[in-house]
């Protein structure tokens, strides 16, 4: 059984790489379901018709995750 969501694209903040069908993947923050924005990863469709697996994190996880990569 297909559940039903809502998404808005709140920011788009970066596109990390595109392959040779248009798929973006890019970094944005999104509300899901009229919720706070969170940021979010993932593959999209060209002009956001579908989207591909992703990840979202919190400000705090986001935070977290740019240090992380800060100190590599």
Do not use: C, Y
């Not at 392959?19 to 924005?37: F, I, T």
């Amino acid at each position: 059984m297909a559940s039903s969501f809502s998404f808005e694209i709140m920011q788009e903040i970066g596109v990390l790489s595109e392959n040779d069908k248009g798929w973006r993947k890019e970094l944005n923050l999104v509300s899901w379901n009229d919720r706070p924005a969170k940021f979010d990863l993932r593959d999209w469709a060209p002009n956001h018709e579908k989207m591909g697996k992703g990840i979202t994190l919190s400000n705090e996880e986001f935070a977290q995750l740019k240090e992380i990569i800060n100190q590599m």
